[in-house]
Nanobody, 121 residues
């Protein structure tokens, strides 16, 4: 069974920082693109940033220059460093990973349980 376990959310004041982590556990052979999504109340879930297995990154415009995504392939972990946080960053943040469990199974997306990030004074 594959699990994605997130940590690092919480309450922070505007201008503050948080670092989210997401660790993949279970029997797998390879993790491809990993990413972070977020969903605010009343909104659809949106991609925040993603990173390929060779380290290429992609960000939505609203977080470019403030957020940094990275990964440690040896630990099967992806991170999201969030700086200069704004109230509009408030949302539940979800980790996503595209995983192949064996060399004969299809590539499938997996999701974490979500972690709340609240930016408020």
């Amino acid at each position: 069974q594959v699990q994605l376990v997130e940590s690092g959310g919480g309450l922070v004041q505007p201008g503050g920082s948080l670092r989210l982590s997401c660790a993949v556990s279970g029997s797998i052979v390879r993790i491809y693109t990993m990413g972070w999504y977020r969903q605010a109340p009343g909104n659809q879930r949106e991609l925040v940033a993603n990173i390929t297995s060779d380290g290429s990154t992609n960000y939505i415009d609203s977080v470019t220059g403030r957020f940094t995504i990275s990964r440690d392939n040896a630990k099967n972990t992806v991170y999201l460093q969030m700086n200069s946080l704004k109230p509009e960053d408030t949302a539940v943040y979800y980790c996503n990973a595209n995983i192949r469990r064996t060399w004969v199974t299809v590539l499938s997306p997996y999701w974490g349980q979500g972690t709340q990030v609240t930016v408020s004074s």
